[in-house]
């Protein structure tokens, strides 16, 4: 039986596309049991629909706080069987009492090589700072915002002549990768959060994992 999980996603919906690919050619062994957003328009719906994926959509402007947002959004996650919740371009923050309750079992995607740029803009931000390097990190989600113990990153470098959107376009695919290994490394086993600390094959990690060149995670 593959491992059930469910994505978030607020818009365009690029991530969960690759991870509905890699399942698709029988790469991932995940079985995407729900996607839900808190917009109705999202492309990242109606992708998911035309898979065959169950869907919905909550509006937060209907709920009075955002705890009782959050705490709709799970309940409905959890009757839906999924045992991890994938965050691909869900642009909310969480309720921290939401989060204790799936701590290790959230993850996120984050266009930034962490801890550097939490929050928005992360690709002006970077190269606003002139840094050499950008990146994307996979993060198991703790109540502070792209807070949360990395797994792993990956790297791309900034070409002197690069603007925002140039950098944003080169680093997707890139980030599809990573969330692909990250999810299929989780539904194996192989990686876990275990007291705080993100653990692979068995082993406390000291720094995040990278890619290798077939796509796997590999603690270079
Ligand atoms: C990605 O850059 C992801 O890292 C960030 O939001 C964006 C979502 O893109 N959290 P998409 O909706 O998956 O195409």
């Given amino acids: 039986m593959s491992f059930p999980i469910a994505v978030l996603a607020s818009s365009r919906g690029s991530n969960l596309a690759a991870l509905i690919d890699a ?36 509006n937060p402007k209907t709920f009075p706080t955002r705890r009782e947002f959050d705490e709709a959004l799970f309940a409905r996650v959890a009757e839906s069987g999924a045992k991890h919740v ?8 969480l309720d921290a009492n939401v989060v204790e309750q799936w701590l290790g079992r959230i993850i996120n995607i984050h266009p930034s090589l ?20 950008h990146g994307a990190s996979v993060h198991f989600v703790t109540a502070e915002l792209d807070g949360g113990p990395v797994i792993a990153q990956t790297r791309i470098p900034i070409h002197p002549h690069d603007d925002e959107d140039a950098l944003a376009a080169r680093l997707l695919p890139e980030e599809h990768r990573l969330l692909v ?3 299929d ?15 692979c094959d068995g082993k406390a990690l000291h720094r995040p ?3 290798d060149e077939n796509g796997t995670l590999d603690a270079a």
Avoid: Q, W
């Avoid at 990242?44 to 959509?57: D, M, Q, S, Y």
């Fill in 23 to 58: 399942k698709e050619a029988g790469k991932l062994p995940v079985e995407i049991v729900l996607v839900a957003s808190d917009k109705a328009e999202a492309p990242a719906l109606r992708n998911a629909e035309a898979h065959g994926i169950r869907t919905f959509a909550l």
């Fill in 86 to 93: 994938v965050l691909a371009g869900f642009m909310r923050i």
């Fill in 114 to 133: 962490l801890p550097k740029y939490r929050g928005l803009h992360t690709h002006r931000r970077a190269i606003a700072a002139r840094d050499a390097e």
């Fill in 181 to 183: 290994a990250c999810v």
């Fill in 185 to 199: 490394a989780i539904a194996r086993g192989r990686v876990e959060l275990r007291d705080g600390v993100v653990h």
């Fill in 209 to 211: 994992l990278g890619l």
